[in-house]
């Protein structure tokens, strides 16, 4: 049995420049942050065919709906609709002095350049430089991708700075730092990932560049590693059903956190379409119960979702699944919301049984537990060191990471094995196994 599922990285048809040729400068036009003309026409026909998505978010946006994201939701509406009033009212929000979103404030910038007089224009570009300025020293990933917007929405107006600030950000910041932690196994925070990839497609169609390539492991496991990493059971919202990523501590689910989870999983889709785990997760979005109906989620569920998408059921894929990269593991008992589910990230340890969550608390001693086809013991154990093995896929945790250990099993020869980066040894056996398992650091 695979405890790992590996789909190959599906890069683009055209070569992507490297860091070594990238000069930086910009020279497609605008709009460039995610609204490519292609998938603009693709939005426009939604709107003439009326299908829920736009419905539903025309009904909020036309309907003086309270928005989250006010700004960003006029401005597609604009776009879609060809509603210059919508568009004044993005850029009047634009210039605010009390929105200081310099995400927003890039896409309105790129999306409504032509509805902007000259003044509003210079006050916006004025604007997003005094933000850039503010964000310079930021550390989390939401504040570099937005940077990288703005950089890429301002081109035409400061073309070399903004090729400096692009190349400060992709090469000082993203192949400096965040690739390199990556690639070390520390994964993207879950709540940042919608940034992240909405900042891969802005580079991707600006500059012809795919990130995914500066930490190509990492990004190779990353959708299948976010499917399985949410509980069984489905929250009902008030508008609509949400699957809950995974989460520490004792507060109840954030709806707003779930639907920009999802959010997320459509982007992943609508970057790389073709990849096999793509289409498990493109099974895994298309229930209608599941819609982003919400102020926040409407716009997301518009933009990013493609029904017409061919995906493969969710019920087909890995039960358990493994990424060394990480050291995330995640199994259940069935794909059906009422099964019992293990996930081990971020060197935490859930169980998800009976509706509950329970933190089996990794770091110390905890009894072996069974999930479907997975085991997972623990090292820290009093005997762990000598077990038996009664599923397909082993996990032996809170080992040393990347450390090498000498396992034997019945019957078999010595062999050694190494930990990965979470410090977990996987071992995988048979259908119907039931063998004494002896390990020990070398």
């Not at 006029?74 to 200081?100: F, M």
């Not at 979702?305 to 969710?314: C, D, E, I, K, T």
Request: contains cysteine; charged residues 20%; aromatic residues 10%.
């Amino acid at each position: 049995m695979s405890t790992e599922v590996l789909a190959p990285l599906v890069f683009l048809a055209f070569a992507p420049q490297t860091a070594a040729d990238a000069d930086y400068h910009v020279y497609t036009d605008a709009p460039r942050i995610v609204l490519t003309r292609q998938r603009l026409r693709l939005l426009q026909r939604e709107r003439d065919r009326a299908t829920m998505r736009w419905q539903q978010f025309d009904a909020l946006v036309a309907g003086g709906a309270p928005m989250p994201e006010p700004g960003f939701a006029l401005a597609l509406y604009s776009q879609v609709s060809n509603n210059q009033a919508a568009g004044r009212k993005a850029v009047e929000w634009a210039l605010d002095p009390a929105h200081t979103d310099l995400r927003q404030l890039a896409i309105i910038f790129d999306w409504c350049a032509p509805l902007m007089t000259p003044a509003q224009s210079s006050r916006l570009v004025a604007k997003i430089e005094d933000a850039l300025k503010s964000l310079s020293g930021a550390d989390d990933f939401r504040g570099h991708a937005a940077q990288v917007l703005a950089a890429i929405a301002i081109a035409d107006r400061t073309s070399d700075h903004s090729a400096s600030l692009l190349r400060a950000q992709l090469e000082g910041w993203w192949q400096g730092q965040a690739a390199k932690q990556l690639e070390a196994g520390h994964a993207l925070p879950r709540d940042q990932i919608y940034w992240i990839y909405e900042m891969l497609h802005a580079v991707r169609d600006s500059l012809k560049i795919d990130l995914r390539e500066s930490a190509g492991s990492y990004f190779e496991s990353l959708p299948m590693d976010h499917l399985c990493g949410h509980y069984p059971a489905a929250f009902q919202g008030p508008e609509n059903d949400l699957r809950i990523p995974v989460y520490v501590g004792t507060n109840a689910p954030d709806p707003a956190v779930a639907a920009m989870s999802r959010a997320a999983e459509l982007e992943m889709v609508a970057y790389d379409p073709n990849a096999a785990d793509s289409q498990f997760l493109q099974g895994w979005l298309m229930q209608d119960r599941f819609e982003l109906r919400g102020a926040l989620g409407a716009p997301y569920e518009f933009l990013w979702a493609n029904p017409y998408q061919p995906g493969l059921s969710y019920f087909q894929a890995p039960l358990v699944f493994h990424d060394a990269q990480t050291g995330h593991i995640f199994a259940r008992a069935s794909w059906d919301e009422d099964a019992t589910w293990v996930g081990y990230f971020e060197g935490h340890l859930q169980m998800f049984k009976d509706g509950q969550i329970q933190t089996l608390r990794a770091g110390v001693a905890v009894q072996p537990v069974h999930v479907g086809d997975a085991l997972l013991v623990s090292a820290q154990t009093p005997g762990a060191a000598k077990f038996r093995a009664d599923r397909e896929a082993v996990f032996i945790m809170n080992l040393t990471p990347h450390a090498d250990y000498d396992i034997e099993v019945d019957d078999e020869e010595l062999w050694d094995g190494e930990a990965d980066t979470g410090g977990t040894v996987v071992l995988s056996f048979p259908e119907g196994i039931n063998a004494g398992v002896r390990i020990k650091l070398r």
